[in-house]
Each structure stands twice: as structure tokens, then as C-alpha cells.
């Protein structure tokens, strides 16, 4: 959330006002305190907290490292246990798909429910709801249930997955050094999404388990998580949450269906929604596409998985310390014009050491993108948006871990699993289009630029064609 909003704010709130009374237990002891401070600039740097400000900031964004590292083992784990799900039970890939289909449903209720969350239980609710969901879905899953309860539990894992994604995202997202602290944010997603397929595919192929059991580690890491959130956000209530935010915005609610009324909620949202697609595309395909098209042994094909994570989770904090001295807008069209020419070599070149080089530099420059995303909507929207529309566009661009690797099963079914590499080579040229739609030049500085000049999506792009139009007029 925004330094102003959450449990982990430790300053006086700034709004229209001399005087505002806040309440804040952690802070002062008592149920109310009230804050003398001048008027401020809201959007102002030296509000941003900083995640080691206190001791309870640290402990909460290392809380929030651990709850991804966990979140990317569980995302990325399926696709490396997906050829045995398959097996044990006996069905297709569109059947078997279904197990990315269904926590789309999960994500959809996460990104209508997070601002409502918030606002009644504040961030321990978050905290609390989250891991629980978790265990309600992994429990049942390693008691090996029929195939048809399977989508069904894992809609909860997705619930749990959203509402802790777009929460994180849009704490994180608001601090000082969002780049850098996102990078590692995500880059523990990916240390998780490493980890997981690693661990699974071991105690498949080398310990001989069935597939099932490595979800009695997941119940043990989701056990620990929950112990963890409800410790460190135990003061973070709803009334803390309420009191801060809508002091910070004149005592008026911000909704949900306001924020979605704002064209860049969408903007980002669908472009998260593409990249969460095609990230958990290639990494829930790449074993089958190994295994089928590369012909690769079974525990090299879950090696060549882990080496996309793992470029992914170097590409995140690397590159993090890099977007934001370049400029978001620039340096993720670059990142994005690499990853298409990658994504073009993975496909077409046949060689196993060469799917595997291309691929882990594929995850390399993949990594900074959602990071990018989500500072950028906090530099292009009002401080009162972010935690709706971060939270929206966070859990509804997570709804593409479902989608896309549902589709490239139903269509695999049917032609092959080669069709992955088209798909995700759309799926990226799509969200580059997207990108280009923001408002905001290339230069470092042109989205804060375009708030100030209140640009509209696209703007930049309108001129480009403009100015292309105008050159071929005169060579004419």
C-alpha cells in the first residue's frame, strides 16, 4: 500500500487538513491519537516509507519474500508434475489443463474482493485469508482425490494466491526504491518457481513418489506462511487501514468500481493479465514441450524448467537496480523486443543445449516486466487508486496463469504441444503493443511527466503515427 496507507505507515498522515485523528495501536498505544501536521503533497518522495524504517516493516517485506517464494513453488510446480497428473489419471491435455483453468476463478474473486478486504480487516486480513486458502486447497490435494475435485480446490489456492498478490504489489509497490524492492519481491517468486519443479520432478523421477506427495511440503510451507502473515500484520486491522486511507483522501472511500472507470487500470491489467499468460506458459509447458518435441530424458526436461525460473528470478533483481535509472517505459520495451527475438530462436532452433540457453535467457528478461508494471501504475494513477487498482490489475493479470496455459492444452490436444511457441510469441507482441499505449515518452521521467500533462492512453502512439504519416506525405 501507499506510506500512508497499511499498518507499516510510521508518520503523520498529510491531507487538506491541520488536524486529523488517526487510529494507529502500534504507533501509540492507544485506540486514537491526534496528528498535527501541515498540509503536504500526498504523491511527494518523502512519504514513501522505506521497508527497513522499523522493526516491524522488516519483519512484514520479509514476510511478503517468504509468501512468494511459496507462491511461485506452488504456480510453477504444476507444470512440472503435469505429464504424471496426466498419467495417474488417465486423461487428456485439455482435461488435465483444467487444473490452470480453474484458479482463474479464484484470481477474478481476489481482484473484485481485495479493496473490500482491505477495508474491513486491513492488511491481517490478507495475512490471515490467504494461507488458510492455501492449506483448504493442498490438504485435499495430497489425499490423491478423483481428477474432477481437483479444479475445484485449486480455485481456492488461486483465491489465496490473487488476494496475496495484489496486497503485496500494491504495499510494495507505493515504497521507496519500488524498482528495487519489487525486483526482489518477484525475484523470490521466481527462487520459489526454481525450487518447486526442482523438488517435484526429484522426488518424481529420483525418490520414485508419486506425484501428490510433494504437495505434503507445500501444506508444511503454507503451515509455516500462516504462522508468519498473522504475526507480522497483527496490527494492521481495517480500522487502521480505514482510519489512514480515507484521511488521506478527504474521508472518502475510494471503490473499486470508481478505479475501474480508469482507462489505465485496464491498460495495466490486461498487459499483466498477457505476461502472467505467457511467463506461466512456458514454464507450466516446457517439460511436456522437452519431453514430446526436444526429446529430452524426463529429469533433464525438469532441469531445462528450472533454468527459465531461475533466469527469471536473476532477470528480477538484476534488472530491477537497471529499469528505473533507464526509465520504466524504455527500458521494458527493450526487455520485450529481446524477449520476442528469444522466444523466436527457442522455437525454431531444434537443439536441446540450445532450448536450454535461449529459454533461461527468455526468463532473464521476462523477470522485470511485472515489477515495471506495477510502478508504473503507481506513477501514472492518484495515490487513492493504487491500492484498488494495483490490487485489480495484480490479481486479474494473474488470471492469465490460468488461461493461457488452459489454452495452449486444449489446443495442444488437438495439434500438437508445439503449439506453445506461436502462442507465447503472440501473447508477447501483444503486450508490447500495450506497453507502447501508456502514457509517457521513453525518456526517464515521462510517466511522471504525462500525469503532470494529464495524457490520455495512447497519446504517444497517435503521435507516432502522426509523425510517420506526416514523412511519407512529404516523400511523396
Known amino acids: 500500500m501507499m506510506s500512508r496507507l497499511g499498518g507499516g505507515w510510521h508518520g503523520p498522515v498529510a491531507f487538506n487538513a491541520t488536524t486529523a485523528t488517526i487510529a494507529d495501536p502500534e504507533k501509540t498505544g492507544s485506540e486514537e491519537a491526534t496528528v498535527l501536521s501541515p498540509p503536504v503533497n500526498a504523491s511527494s518522495p518523502e512519504l514513501h516509507q522505506k521497508w527497513n524504517e522499523s522493526g516491524t516493516s522488516m519483519y512484514r517485506f520479509l514476510t511478503t519474500i517468504y509468501s512468494f517464494i511459496l507462491m511461485g513453488m506452488s504456480d510453477a510446480a504444476i507444470g512440472a508434475l503435469i505429464p504424471y497428473i496426466e498419467t495417474y489419471y488417465n486423461i487428456s491435455y485439455t482435461v488435465v489443463s483444467l487444473v490452470f483453468l480453474s484458479p482463474f476463478v479464484g484470481y477474478l474473486l481476489a481482484a473484485l474482493t481485495n479493496n473490500l478486504v482491505h477495508y474491513h480487516f486491513g492488511q491481517v486480513g490478507v495475512a490471515v485469508i490467504s494461507p488458510l486458502c492455501r492449506l483448504a486447497g493442498y490438504i485435499p490435494i495430497a489425499l490423491h482425490p478423483p481428477y474432477a475435485a481437483l479444479p475445484v480446490v485449486m480455485l481456492l489456492v488461486g483465491f489465496g494466491n490473487g488476494l496475496e498478490d495484489s496486497a503485496w504489489n500494491a504495499w510494495i509497490g507505493n515504497m521507496h526504491q519500488a524498482n528495487e524492492l519489487l525486483g526482489l519481491l518477484h525475484g523470490a517468486y521466481g527462487l520459489g518457481a526454481t525450487i518447486g519443479p526442482l523438488i517435484a520432478t526429484a522426488m518424481v523421477t529420483k525418490a520414485g513418489l508419486p506425484w501428490y506427495t510433494f504437495y505434503y511440503v507445500m501444506i508444511g510451507v503454507a503451515a509455516g506462511e500462516f504462522l508468519l502473515t498473522t504475526t507480522a500484520f497483527w496490527g494492521a486491522t481495517g480500522a487502521v487501514y480505514r482510519a489512514k486511507h480515507m484521511a488521506a ?65 536473476v532477470g528480477r533483481v538484476v534488472l530491477g537496480f537497471v529499469t528505473g535509472r533507464i526509465g520504466e517505459k524504455l527500458a521494458i520495451t527493450v526487455y520485450l523486443l529481446l524477449s520476442v527475438a528469444l522466444e523466436l530462436l527457442y522455437w525454431l532452433v531444434p537443439s536441446f ?30 495515490g487513492d487508486y493504487h491500492v484498488s487498482a494495483i490490487g485489480f490489475a495484480a490479481a486479474f493479470g494473474g488470471g492469465g496463469a490460468a488461461i493461457f496455459p488452459f489454452a495452449v492444452g486444449a489446443i495442444a490436444q488437438s495439434k500438437g504441444v508445439m503449439v506453445l511457441q506461436p502462442i507465447v510469441l503472440a501473447i508477447l507482441v501483444f503486450i508490447l503493443l500495450m506497453w507502447w499505449c501508456l502514457p509517457g515518452g521513453m525518456r526517464r521521467g515521462g510517466l511522471e511527466r504525462a500525469r503532470e500533462n494529464n495524457e490520455e492512453v495512447g497519446y504517444r502512439v497517435k503521435q507516432g503515427f502522426r509523425w510517420v504519416k506526416e514523412k511519407v506525405g512529404k516523400s511523396d
Open 249 to 313: 483522501n478527504g474521508g472518502k472511500r475510494t471503490t473499486t468500481r470508481h478505479v475501474l472507470r480508469e482507462p489505465i487500470t485496464w491498460l495495466m491489467a490486461l498487459f499483466l493479465l498477457g505476461y502472467v499468460g505467457a511467463e506461466v506458459s512456458l514454464g507450466g509447458w516446457i517439460v511436456t514441450f522437452m519431453l514430446r518435441v526436444r526429446n529430452a530424458e524426463p529429469f533433464m526436461a525438469g532441469l531445462i524448467v528450472t533454468f527459465f525460473w531461475l533466469g527469471l528470478t
Open 353 to 382: 543445449v540450445a532450448s536450454a540457453i535461449f529459454v533461461s535467457f527468455l526468463g532473464f528478461f521476462l523477470g522485470p516486466l511485472f515489477p515495471a508494471a506495477i510502478v508504473a501504475a503507481t506513477k501514472l494513477l492518484p
